[in-house]
């Protein structure tokens, strides 16, 4: 008798759950789609070409990777992108974890040596790069560590953008992450032909 009691009950608890989970994302659609709107820069909830960043490190992680909330505009003279990502890693139940990240990627005018560092990362200061140590750890100013610091669970990684994230953030906050990327890309080393 229980155990037909229990069924039910366990199927209705998974229904409400789903269905609060499914208004909180409208809800923060909604919010962000405000935040944009404010700060002169469009909208829309799902990115156009995800596979644009594919060759980025944090986007090669995990299974079931969505880039949504995606806010686009030019800011200060740069092509702006700042949107929520998602992925999974391990199976089921338990051993599943979910990652969530504010990630903002700004179109540098022409390419720089690669560069990702992580927080916390088992790469050290200097992280992961292509080609040349010493220009890949030219980038690696003073004030990008400073920003890097202040990263929660984040990163930098830089080709011909520079794209930053961090643990995923409220919508009144997700442009605190924009201003972090910009201090990035205003903290490079001047612009060397040679170099990439």
């Known amino acids: 008798m229980w155990l037909l009691l229990g069924i039910p009950g366990l199927c209705l608890f998974l229904v409400v759950v789903a269905a ?3 208004q909180s994302i409208k809800v923060r659609t909604g919010l962000l789609e ?5 700060n002169g820069l469009a909208f829309t909830a799902t990115h156009p070409a995800p596979d644009a960043y594919a060759r980025y490190g944090l986007f090669g992680k ?8 995606v806010m686009t505009g030019r800011r200060s003279g740069t092509d702006v992108e700042v949107f929520d990502y998602h992925y999974a890693t391990g199976g089921s ?5 979910d990652f969530q990240f504010t990630v903002v990627s700004l179109l540098l005018e022409r390419p ?4 990702l560092v992580q927080k916390g990362s088992i ?5 992961r790069h292509d080609g040349d140590v010493d220009a890949a750890a030219a980038l690696l100013t003073p004030d990008v560590r400073a920003v890097l610091d202040q990263l929660d669970k984040g990163g930098i990684e830089i080709r011909d953008r520079i794209v930053v994230w961090a643990k995923r953030r409220p ?7 924009l201003n972090m990327a ?4 205003d903290a490079l080393p001047p612009d060397d032909p040679g170099s990439v």
């Open 20 to 22: 609060l989970v499914g």
């Open 123 to 127: 790469f050290g200061s200097l992280g």
């Open 171 to 177: 919508p009144d906050r997700q442009l605190d992450v």
């Open 112 to 115: 720089r040596p690669h560069l």
């Open 62 to 69: 995990g299974r079931g990777r969505v880039i949504s909330n």
């Open 34 to 38: 405000k935040v944009a709107a404010t």
């Open 182 to 185: 910009e201090r990035v890309r």
């Open 93 to 97: 139940g338990n051993s599943r974890r």
